[in-house]
């Protein structure tokens, strides 16, 4: 992934990287996973996104306008385009100056949580992807946005590189994708990654927009190109539910990155170039984002077309009833209690790793001790155990932007970020005759514990 972005400048990289600089969960053996359901109301949307009314519009070349604030949000159009292979919005792109870049995306509402209906989403696939893969796709993406809410500037791209991909690419270059001037598939292919970013005709300050750039991993051409090596020779049903698995984990960092507006997500040491960290270390980023999936499947497993065709349940795989079940528990971390005794186990010496102590070297990917075999997992859900999961999942986002994350920390847990280091330690550490989590350290029904429609960051 690296070398296919060497091209771009050090602070786009930085902000393509650093933003989430990971792949899928089903493709690294040491990264989580969850999702769920609810009903809320959007209050925030109609104050927030006054302009934004879904007429159908056109699209017009990119200009170079200097907006005052009370202009900024005013007049904008959004193009809408709905066929078979595209579901896009597409807001009007107008080329800013001299404004605050946090207040342009608050007045924008890029952080608050829309209906599919009124985000800026755009989902595009090829022509000849199966359908059924399609249809995965937008029913279980209706119903994470149902849960987590539906944020602005999303684009999931799902291809089939020898396929045709003819609306896609034009939508692309609608959105200005990678400069607005795609000529083929393999340019999109040889920066594929996913979750990525790009900026609206190249402009990152003002109009950077979260791409999961995703050549299909089911496809014969994986078996050719062998770009997702994980997915070849594997059950059908096992790589269908993999690969929303990793959806789910993919759009959560999308939800985690709006909160953080116009800073970076991540810790200072983790690249290049002069961007405003939050210094969010790795282990929240991706132990939250692997958590939600599992607590999402949860709830939301049973409901899906998949399960209902081929008439299996989330209790059948967690019971691990026969092998393929226990391999598609296995693909969406469906076992939480395993995962817990696994890790409590490389606490007290006698796990399949070694994790003595928590410490800051799990703030790093490259120099991560206690995060293998979805042992980040844990620590996040640790952080809902000791307080609430509305806070570790919420909350604690709404200050993240203004305070970072040690300042987050301490608001919403009354501790220093080692502070906290220590209290997981001596809790996992405690009790080493007993291996099973206690009551009430992972939701029973994430829907009834959390409501991600009230998270109200940056204010």
Partial sequence: MFEILKNLKSFHLLLVLIFISCTTPDDLSVQDTTTESQESTIESQDTTIESQETSTTTTVAPSTTTTTNSSMTSDIQIEIILTNNVDCKIREYISIENLDVNEYLQKLGTNNPKTRETA?????????????????????????????????????????????????????????????????????????????????????????????????????????????????????????????????????????????????????????????????????????????????????????????????????????????????????????????????????GDGEYSCPEFTELDDYRDTRICGKMYGWVITAAYMGYISSYQTAFVDFFNDINKLGFDGSMEKHYGLTKLEFYKQYSDFMRSDPSNLTPPPGFFPSKLSEEVNFFLVDSGN
């Fill in 120 to 348: 800026e989403i755009c989902i595009l696939f090829s022509e000849d992807l199966p359908q059924s893969i399609k249809d995965d796709h937008r029913e279980f993406h209706d119903k994470m946005f149902n849960v987590l809410g539906a944020y602005d500037r999303y684009v999931h791209a799902l291809y089939e590189v020898e396929g045709d991909n003819t609306e896609l690419l034009s939508v692309l270059n609608k959105l200005g994708a990678y400069g607005g001037d795609i000529n083929d598939i393999m340019t999109i292919y040889e920066r594929r990654t996913c979750l990525g970013g790009f900026g609206r005709f190249n402009d990152f300050k003002y109009s950077e927009y979260s791409f999961c750039n995703q050549p299909n991993p089911l496809s014969a051409s994986n078996e050719k190109l062998e770009y997702k090596k994980r997915y070849i020779g594997r059950n059908d049903l096992e790589n269908r539910y993999g690969q929303m698995q990793g959806w789910a984990h993919e759009y959560f960092h999308h939800y985690q990155k709006a909160h953080h507006l116009e800073r970076t997500m991540g810790m200072e040491g983790d690249c290049c170039g002069s961007a405003d960290f939050t210094n969010t270390p790795a282990w929240f980023i991706e132990g939250q984002a692997n958590l939600f999936p599992t607590l999402f499947w949860k709830e939301n497993f049973n409901d899906l077309t998949i399960s209902k065709e081929n008439q299996i349940t989330f209790n059948q795989i967690l019971n691990r009833e026969n092998e393929l079940y226990a391999k598609i528990c296995n693909a969406i971390i469906c076992d939480l209690d395993s995962v817990y005794k696994q890790h409590k186990k490389a606490f007290l």
